[in-house]
């Protein structure tokens, strides 16, 4: 039976329901500091916590729960004589049910320019151990973490007069999984500093559940990182069109990256989480035929992101072709009304203005295991790029630019050809690059592209020069790659012989030891420089780059209210 409940929230979302119905059902309120007000607001009785240990709130507020006659109300097992003796010897009442919600310590700590003293006030202590105790005695003592969990809980209240044991099971698991990543987004808030610690925790949280995984067969939900300053679907609103699918997703995801790169009107078509048409223009529309033109056939049935709003003609446009996912940031009325007349476009409003962590690290599931590296989120210009024959003109130097943006996102092996700030031909994944080259020019001409006169990037060296050649026969006048091979010397001698031009982008691994990591800002105001407003921004990563004269970055919203963090460092 639940006679008596313990509340200690930071968010007061739900709880006023929560409150009145468990008051209706005779249930005894305790409450603590900030809770207890809001309660008796709502014109409820409620006792509170210092009256139970007869010691104030102190150290600012640090310390209301950490007592005794708390947490022994909560462990105590109600089947074991010797802890009931206990609390009666002590005259301490027992909790049936403890609702506690945390600190929002990921959503501070997230902020640009937030002060490392207010985000360690956000670290909650006593309401992790509450909910642990309660969880752990979950046989007894029901947790209850989740405002979106009162009304089925009190639902079963009002039904069955208790908790089945498989809620609170239900509930205890919630509870552990909650505290856990509350503690490990601290843990690794902590361990920012250092590129790979010893232990690596990563907290997520579910966003919403997809029908269905890559194939039919597999189970699948989409989940976000906690702490993250923002995330795929974060702020992203949904005007249209079915529920989105995980290959949906990571499509999207694909395309939003490769949009980041630029900051001109750009347009990315993704197919299968590789680009297979992307183009900057002077407008929006522009950008969308060029990218659409690169190749139409493969654009079928892709995902389509624009980084400027959708007017009515471009938006008609996109209603004669089969979209998947359409992603830009505003569609006006006219657009709309088009786009909806496609019952399976699922259309997003992007309303995300926040940029990512530069620390962000990347992830890739292995068997049992998990390969982790830095976030390669540097928007690259032709600083430390060194020009290994030849002369490119201005406009090569754009589209080889260009190219080498395009060509990172691309699957390896990958090819990319771009003429006019567009791209042409694209070879992905390919397990020879030689192949990589010829499908690129191969779809180049069969889309009615012209490679002569065009730029071509290679993700990595060429080991060879017959990938080259395939390109300098088809009239590429410039190539950009990393170079580094062994038999630089002879692809340098055939670009040099086909009076074509060539850069080598000189990237090559730096040890973390070595790699500059920007320090936790300490003040207000201290941010990143941020990058200037250009079509080709120069890059302020972390990286360092060598000169040209060198050799070869949640579902549930958190409601500003108390339980409140000590009020002498409360955060605005």
């Known amino acids: 039976m639940i006679q008596r409940a313990l509340i200690s929230v930071y968010d007061k979302a739900g709880l006023d329901v929560l409150a009145r ?94 002060r490392e003293e207010d985000a360690v006030e956000m670290i909650d202590i006593g309401g992790p151990s509450m909910l642990r105790g309660a969880a752990k005695n979950f046989a007894h003592v029901a947790p209850l973490c989740r405002p979106d969990r009162y009304g089925f809980v009190l639902d079963e209240l009002r039904q069955k007069g208790d908790l089945t044991i498989e809620t609170r099971r239900e509930l205890a698991a919630e509870a552990f999984a909650t505290t856990a990543a509350y503690e490990a987004a601290i843990a690794a808030w902590f361990a920012e500093r250092e590129a790979f610690p010893e232990t690596m925790v990563l907290p997520l949280e579910k966003v919403t559940d997809l029908a269905y995984g890559e194939n039919p067969h597999q189970r699948a939900a989409y989940y976000a990182e906690i702490g993250a300053r923002r995330h795929l679907l974060s702020r992203a609103e949904q005007l249209h069109g079915k529920e989105l699918s995980f290959n949906n997703l990571n499509d999207l995801s694909a395309a939003r990256l490769l949009a980041r790169e630029f900051t001109l009107p750009a347009c990315v078509i993704v197919k299968h989480a590789n680009p297979c048409g992307v183009a900057i223009a002077r407008t929006i529309g522009e950008a969308y035929d060029r990218a659409l033109a690169s190749d139409p056939t493969s654009a079928y ?129 390919q397990m020879s690059r030689v192949d990589a080259v010829r499908i690129a020019v191969e779809k180049a001409r069969a889309h009615g592209h012209d490679p002569a006169g065009a730029a071509l990037a290679s993700d990595a060296f060429f080991p060879f020069p017959d990938g080259p050649r395939i390109a300098l026969e088809a009239g590429i006048e410039s190539i950009v790659q990393p170079g580094g091979s062994k038999r630089d010397q002879d692809v340098v001698d055939a670009v040099e012989k086909a009076r074509a031009s060539m850069v080598f982008t000189n990237r090559s691994p730096q040890p973390p030891s070595l790699r500059p990591r920007a320090p936790r800002p300490r003040f207000p105001g201290v941010e990143a420089t941020k990058r200037r407003g250009t079509a080709f921004p120069t890059s302020r990563s972390r990286r360092r780059t060598r000169s040209a004269s060198s050799t070869p970055r949640r579902r549930t919203a958190t409601t500003t209210s108390a339980r409140s963090p000590p009020q002498s460092r409360r955060t605005s």
């Open 301 to 429: 049935g892709g995902v389509v992101v624009l980084t400027r709003p959708v007017a009515a003609e471009l938006g008609r446009k996109l209603a004669e072709q089969f979209v998947e996912v359409l992603h830009a940031p505003g569609f006006d009325n006219e657009a709309l009304a088009a786009l909806r007349k496609k019952p399976g476009t699922r259309i997003l409003r992007d309303k995300e203005r926040r940029g990512g962590e530069p620390t962000e690290r990347h992830y890739k599931r292995v068997l049992g295991g998990m390969l982790v590296q830095d976030g390669d989120w540097e928007i690259e210009d032709r600083e430390g790029w060194q020009v290994a024959c030849g002369a490119p003109t201005e406009a090569q130097w754009g589209d080889l630019i260009f190219a080498w943006r395009v060509c990172k996102h691309v699957g390896s092996n990958a090819i990319v050809l771009v003429k006019d700030l567009a791209t042409i031909g694209i070879g992905a994944g």
């Open 21 to 114: 119905g468990l008051a209706e059902l005779k249930v005894e309120l305790v409450a603590s500091g900030g809770t207890a007000a809001y309660i008796e607001e709502l014109g409820l009785q409620v006792s509170r916590v210092e009256s139970l240990t007869e010691v104030p709130e102190m150290l600012g507020g640090r310390v209301k729960t950490l007592h005794p006659r708390i947490h022994a109300a909560i462990l105590a097992r109600r089947d074991c004589d010797d802890d009931l003796a206990t609390l009666d010897e002590h005259e301490i009442e027992p909790f049936d049910l403890v609702c506690v919600n945390l600190y929002p310590f990921a959503q501070v700590a997230a902020q640009r320019g937030v």
